[in-house]
C-alpha cells in the first residue's frame, strides 16, 4: 500500500539558510499534518491542512511556513534557520477528520 | 504542549512477556491512538480507540480508555523482541476542524530475546 513519502530523508544546513521540506501524502487522503521532533522529545503540531486550506496550526514559528498544492503534495519552508531547529519534521496524513494519521518517515534536518 | 504523561517511561521484558504502558491525558478528547516508533523512523499508527469506546483489540494489541479518570493503557501480548521500540500515546481534541494530535512522551520498550 502505498504510503506518506517525505523528501529528503536527511538535509544538511547552516545557520541562517532556508530550507523546504516536502511531503506526498496517501492517495485521496484529504489532510496534510506537519510535527517537528526534537531530540528524545514527543512530536509536537506545527500546521495542517485540508483540501488544500490551512485548517490548524501550532507551535509553528513566524520563519516557518507551509502551503498545500493542487496535487495535494505539501511543502513545509523554512527560513533563518536556528540551530535550534534541528530535528527530525514529519509528514502525516489522514482520510477525514479523527481518522488514524499515517506517517512518513520524516525529514532530518540538521543545523551546523 | 505535552497532554500528559506515560508511565512507565522505560520498560525491559522478556520475549514471550506481555508488556503493559499506561498513558493519562488532561483535557477532553474524541479520540486516542497509539504509535509505535523505532529508532529515528516514522511513527507507525498502532491502534485508534475513540472517546465512546472502552475497549479495543487489534492482534496482539489491547488498548483501554477510561474517560473519566483520562487514561489510556496499551497492552502488548506475547512480546517479541520486534516489538523493541517507542510508544506514544496521542489524542485528538473534540473541537478543530482537524484532529492535530497532542503527543504524551514516549515510553521506551525493549524485549530481550
Known amino acids: 500500500a502505498a504510503g506518506v513519502i517525505q523528501s529528503p530523508r536527511h538535509l544538511i544546513k547552516e545557520k541562517r539558510e532556508t530550507a523546504t521540506l516536502k511531503c506526498y501524502p496517501i492517495p485521496r487522503h484529504d489532510t496534510v499534518y506537519w510535527y517537528q521532533q526534537g531530540p528524545g522529545q514527543d512530536p509536537q503540531f506545527l500546521i495542517s491542512f485540508y483540501e488544500k486550506m490551512q485548517s490548524d496550526k501550532g507551535s509553528i514559528p513566524d520563519r516557518f511556513s507551509a502551503q498545500q498544492f493542487s496535487d495535494y503534495h505539501s511543502e513545509l519552508n523554512m527560513s533563518s534557520l536556528e540551530l535550534g531547529d534541528s530535528a527530525l519534521y514529519f509528514c502525516a496524513s489522514s482520510l477525514g477528520k479523527d481518522q488514524p494519521q499515517h506517517f512518513g518517515d520524516g525529514t532530518r534536518l540538521s543545523i551546523l | 504542549s505535552q497532554q500528559g504523561e506515560e508511565d512507565p517511561q522505560a520498560l525491559s521484558i522478556q520475549e514471550g512477556e506481555n508488556a503493559t504502558m499506561n498513558c493519562s491525558y488532561k483535557?477532553?478528547?474524541?479520540?486516542l491512538q497509539w504509535y509505535r516508533q523505532n529508532s529515528g523512523r516514522g511513527l507507525v499508527h498502532l491502534i485508534l480507540i475513540r472517546s465512546n469506546e472502552r475497549e479495543k483489540h487489534s492482534g496482539r494489541l489491547r488498548v483501554t480508555l477510561d474517560t473519566s479518570k483520562k487514561s489510556s493503557s496499551l497492552l502488548i501480548t506475547a512480546s517479541r523482541a520486534a516489538d523493541t521500540a517507542s510508544y506514544f500515546c496521542?489524542?485528538?481534541?473534540?473541537?478543530?476542524?482537524?484532529?492535530?494530535?497532542?503527543f504524551g512522551k514516549g515510553i521506551t520498550l525493549s524485549v530481550r530475546p
Open positions: 483535557t477532553s478528547i474524541n479520540n
Open positions: 496521542a489524542t485528538g481534541p473534540v473541537t478543530g476542524a482537524n484532529s492535530k494530535l497532542t
